[in-house]
DNA sequence: TATATTATGTACCGATTGGTAAATAAATAA
DNA sequence: TTATTTATTTACCAATCGGTACATAATATA
């Protein structure tokens, strides 16, 4: 636009914002929203608790944020980059057992963190829910079938490396690790304790193919 | 039971009872509910869908069983003793190993049984809720107490029977049973089908202890 | 300074929530 | 028949739901 100014300096990375600046600091705000939606699920949290937990009112909420499916997105979003970040990281260890072990163990201590909410977010966040959560269940299904699909590539990219049996169903493998990582968050929401989530990892594991 | 003697009167069984009569069949309107509460949750369902659902106005529900927290109760308790009923019928099985592949197994059949809806009704009952939802929450997660406890006493049992090693850990193996059950039922809502969860049960039966 | 722009707080919206009052209908008992 | 008892229907309740109109406050620009 009016690229004239600055001519004279440096680039100004930072150009000022022309209205009223935001009360708040974004990401800080989604982690509050994500605290919520991560204990109630989509459908138990109210944007009036949201505006509470936030301390931001309803109007500046939905003009950060969009609507309430909006915020959501933008919490799981937070969620995925943060918490769950490890997930990711877990996959490039050298081996598929020890990706494996790396992923539910790490799992295990966050899914029982007392600084967080217990369980999985992506598993309770609308497990079941009425016809107007319908989208958000049908994207945290999504988020849960990539979970699946990354782990299969794994399992694909290390039988191809040697360290998986090559007559090993990579899909299957998938799909157990899943199951087991699932129900582990079923079993923090329930008040399974960190050890008692790493025993069941340590039997999950114990059938490891080889 | 009841072995009295019907002295007083001459036998009337079935004594019929004073005002109108009820306009529909408790226990096959429990079902309607119960179907309604599994696919949506304690909190995905609503009153207004739950009347239409039950063919039945709001007043008449109210009447008959109750507010919404004792219709579920209600509902839960049909579960139990309906499609869930196989649970107890397969501790009864001559080993511990043959229990818990015949408890998955039939876990796996309803879970993704088409004629009901998806997954495990204790499990996405109330996984998360609002508060209003907690006393539900809670209750589930007795029960699936209590699901572990049972897996938990029948390892005990096959210990002394001799059909478990007795260095086994019963209370984890149970955990571990009920993590894989728990998961499996997250799957089915997820969409997995029955020959997906019955691969999932083959493998986590692949390293049972002996 | 005045103006344009953006965010905030108050106060509210229609729709839906779980739940109910009151009139009426259908049965038994006297 | 009449009275009593119970169930159903209609119509409604206060509270809460997600979402917003509007006036005001705070900033950058001119």
Redesign the pocket.
Known sequence: M?DAVNTEKPAKIL??????????NQDEVLDKALNVFWSRGY?G?????LSEALG?????I???FG???SLFRKALERYNSGPVAFVGEAMKAPTAQQAVEKLLTQAADLFSDETTPNGCMIVQGALTC?QSAHPIQQELIAYRGNFEDMLTQRFDLAKKQGDLPSNVNSKQLAKYIATIHQGMSVQATSGATRQELLAVVKMAMKNWPS
Do not use: H, T, V, W
Not at 15 to 24: E, I, V
Not at 45 to 49: D, F, L, V
């Open positions: 009016n150009k000022k914002a022309r209205g009223r600046p935001l009360a708040f459908e949290a109210s944007m009036a608790e931001i009112n309803k109007p500046s939905y003009a950060a609507n309430k499916e009425g």
